[in-house]
């Protein structure tokens, strides 16, 4: 647990809080003492971790919502700001993958994918960054992926709404920057998430992977929450506009 409490006072809601990379962001931000609205569509998930966050001593409380939903979004904002007040720090992390080439897609499973990933970025950005004006401090963390940054056959979808969510965080983080709100973005690399399971469980496919991985491993999720709690403290307030690969050389190859 961070004994330094850098987040004290702070307010963050985290979206995709039920599991993998959102639940260790969820959870690191929590240690360093902010109170955090966990979002994610599956209230049972979302339990645990609030009660894994309140065992730790921290605030938590649960927010079932599709954030691709404008009406839910909307929702989400009135009743978390009820519960916590201002909101200072937004975390984007919800998503979903589709592997399928290309040809394949059908209309609806490209906009179910474009909705999830990055239509669900701009309906939070317009909800909660209004409320972040006017105190000189706030956060926002937008996930994106190494597949914003390199290619990978069947992920047509998913790259495309990543690379589009960096292109969205400079643009929000130049809208912003005069008021004291930093906009960055995270782009994970190979993490031992449940959505990596079946690979991981996998010897020969596990060997593969780890082949063209520098460091030799797969990163660990409270790897992203560590550098999130940096980019939301104080410390971090010259960081903006830009995105951080954390993906154990990946991208360098």
Known sequence: MDKNKSLSGR????????????????????????????????????ESVQREIEGRGAKAVCFPVNVSKEDEVARLRDEATAEFGTIQILVNNAGINL???????????????????????????????????????GRIINLSSTLGHVGLPARAAYASSKSAILGLTRVLALELAADGITVNGISPGP???????????????????????????????????????????????????????????????
């Open 99 to 137: 592997r399928k080439h290309l040809v394949d897609f059908t209309l609806a499973e490209w906009r179910t994918v474009m909705a999830a990933n990055l239509t669900s970025v701009f309906l939070m950005c317009r909800a909660f960054v209004p409320q972040m004006k006017g105190s000189g401090y």
């Open 11 to 46: 307010s963050a809601v985290v979206t995709g809080a039920s599991r993998g990379l959102g639940r260790a962001i969820a959870i690191a931000l929590a240690d360093a003492g902010a109170a955090v609205a966990l979002v994610a569509r599956n209230r049972e998930k979302l």
């Open 191 to 253: 993490f031992a998430t449940e959505m990596n399971t079946e690979l991981m469980e996998n010897p020969a496919l596990n060997a593969q992977f780890l082949a063209n991985i520098p460091v030799g491993r797969w990163g660990r999720p409270e790897e992203v929450g560590a550098l999130a709690c940096h980019l939301c403290s104080e410390a971090s307030g010259f960081i903006t506009g830009t995105d951080i690969l954390i993906d154990g050389g990946w991208t360098a190859r």
